[in-house]
């Protein structure tokens, strides 16, 4: 199992959009949770939102109603539907894929791509 693979970013206009791709191995004997973090210079790095092959996704208030995360059928690429974007979402997002630990072929572990920027601009 390997690193997941961010694409998609870039810079846009305030109001704009963008759609971030995660592209992340997995075992197909395995479940996974699969989520967005951001990290603006000088802030935490925060949640954004995730999907989980248990079932449901979860976004963080701020980009409720903004943003939508999916998957392909076969669940190895995840995307961000990032929709009238603000400044605020300025920020490195990361892809982090969490192999569930359910015995005796998935250990469990959690995975982190590198990221990639997007810049909103007024």
């Known amino acids: 199992q390997g690193q997941p693979v961010e694409s998609g970013g870039g810079s846009v206009q305030v109001g704009g959009s963008l759609r971030l791709s995660c592209t992340a191995p997995?075992?197909?004997?395995?479940?996974?949770?699969r989520t967005w973090y951001r990290q603006a210079p000088g802030k935490e790095r925060e949640f954004v939102s995730s999907?989980?092959?248990?079932?449901?996704?979860v976004y963080a208030d701020s980009v409720k109603d903004r943003f939508a995360i999916s998957q392909d059928d076969d669940k190895i690429t995840t995307y961000l539907q990032m929709n009238n974007l603000k400044l605020e979402d300025t920020a490195m997002y990361y892809c982090?894929?969490?192999?569930?630990?359910?015995?005796?072929?998935?250990?469990?572990?959690?995975?982190w791509g590198q990221g990639t920027q997007v810049t909103v601009s007024s």
């Open positions: 982090q894929s969490e192999q569930l630990g359910i015995p005796p072929f998935c250990p469990g572990r959690t995975d």
């Open positions: 997995r075992n197909s004997r395995c479940k996974y949770h």
């Open positions: 999907i989980s092959e248990l079932g449901g996704e």
